[in-house]
């Protein structure tokens, strides 16, 4: 890996900067779309390319049970499998060691699973999450973490991070054994649930292996626990992770997420979000997300937004064409699909140029206005960005502020 940062904004924590790996160049801060069962769902490899997307995440869990370690390793990769180019990260497994809580049993060897196809009980060890990591030939590939859900609270949060330190060490000699280590970049994970005081005894320990590993991520997050909680617990980590290294925060799609995260020193993220919500029609706008099933869109012979660069947009396909298909036809799904992914590129490239151009601050207030216009702004990101030097409710008149999350979700009924 070889990442160089090219500029930092003079007001917040953001940073643009060249991650290169095995594939090529991805410039961050960038937003990762998951291709869970190695492909986007709806969307071809090619497709994908097109979109001008760079990095890529599988799920290391998934595709160990299906396709299976054998067929990868037979087509020279998941690279060459699902025909992708450009890069790819893998997640360790350590995920559904708390979606599929009642499949698993965790202990300091490894987490005990029960496949959910066949029952047939796994044991996935560090050593061999990196084992079937190098056989996916990603080229981030996560450490094994023993991972809780974010809300849960008590002894297990603290003996969880400090096996994830544990394990970090076993993941590490494994890797630096194999020698994958030359073209595969092992990132740690930072864990310690909602409490900072845990948080800054890992990222301790995990900073000190800080020449082992190519970059951090921060996990354990968008759990369900409040943003309020949320946002300083990634602030506490950035502002800790070295400077030299890529920050990744897991799990997070929201565009508002995204953008605080980013203020707050964050350069890479992942989630389902964008492409989910694309399969029950909603569609992300710099206005917002629109719910295209709505009857009001029936009429509606625009696209989705006139000045998106997205093949759906640019094709004219209308509002409401897309009604009309949307519960019809899995080609709508696909055109929302790709419209959600460029949305979020375009969310992550606009702060790229803004920083690049130092008028990051600008941009959050231009971005913030529109978005939540009618619906209020979110406190906890007015305070999130205030943390960091930035009020975009400066020269707001009469601004209104909401306690939730604020965003404007039209999920009626149609």
Not at 68 to 85: M, N, P, T, Y
Not at 130 to 149: E, R, T, Y
Not at 349 to 371: C, K, Q, V, W
Request: glycine share 8%; with cysteine; net charge neutral.
């Amino acid at each position: 890996m070889q990442f160089e940062i090219l500029a930092k904004c003079k007001t917040t924590r953001a940073r643009v900067s060249r991650m290169t790996l095995a594939h090529g160049p991805t410039m961050l801060p960038t937003f990762m779309p998951v291709a869970t069962q190695a492909a986007i769902k709806g969307l071809t490899a090619q497709q994908m390319d097109s979109l001008g997307i760079t990095l890529i995440l599988n799920n290391t869990y998934h595709l160990n049970l299906r396709p299976g370690i054998k067929v990868l390793q037979e087509a020279g990769g998941a690279h060459k499998f699902q025909g992708w180019k450009k890069n790819l990260l893998t997640d360790s497994g350590g995920f559904q060691l708390v979606s599929l809580s009642k499949f698993t049993k965790i202990t300091e060897e490894g987490a005990l699973f029960a496949s959910p196809f066949t029952g047939e009980p796994t044991m996935l060890t560090p050593e061999e999450s990196i084992s079937i990591q190098h056989s996916i030939g990603a080229d981030i590939i996560m450490q094994l973490d023993d991972v809780v859900p974010s809300l849960l609270t008590g002894p297990r949060v603290s003996e969880a991070m400090e096996r994830s330190v544990r394990w970090l060490d076993r993941c590490i000699a494994y890797h630096q054994k194999s020698g994958q280590d030359k073209t595969q970049n092992l990132f740690a994970i930072v864990q310690g649930g909602l409490d900072l005081t845990l948080r800054g005894r890992c990222l301790e320990e995990m900073v000190k292996r800080k020449d082992d590993v190519g970059g951090f991520a921060v996990g354990g997050l968008s759990g369900g626990e409040a943003k309020d909680t949320f946002w300083r617990v990634v602030e506490y980590c950035a502002e800790r992770l070295p400077d030299d290294k890529p920050r990744y925060c897991m799990g997070v799609g929201f565009a508002e997420d995204l953008l605080v995260c980013v203020a707050l020193g964050i350069d890479m993220a992942d989630c389902v979000f964008p492409t989910r919500t694309a399969r029950f029609g909603v569609a992300l706008t710099f206005d917002g997300p629109l719910n295209i099933r709505l009857a009001k869109h029936h009429k509606d012979l625009n696209p989705i937004d006139p000045d998106c660069p997205c093949p759906t947009c640019k094709s004219g396909m209308s509002k409401a064409l897309l009604h009309h298909l949307v519960t019809e036809e899995t080609v709508a799904a696909h055109a929302v699909t790709q419209h959600n992914i460029v949305f979020q590129a375009r969310v992550m490239s606009g702060a790229r140029d803004a920083i690049l151009n130092d008028t990051f601050p600008e941009y959050l207030h231009t971005f913030f206005a529109r978005y939540f216009k009618g619906a209020g702004y979110p406190r906890w990101c007015v305070e999130a960005l205030r943390s960091v030097g930035v009020d975009i409710l400066e020269g707001v008149e009469n601004p209104r502020i909401v306690d939730d999350n604020g965003a404007k979700w039209e999920y009626a009924e149609p």
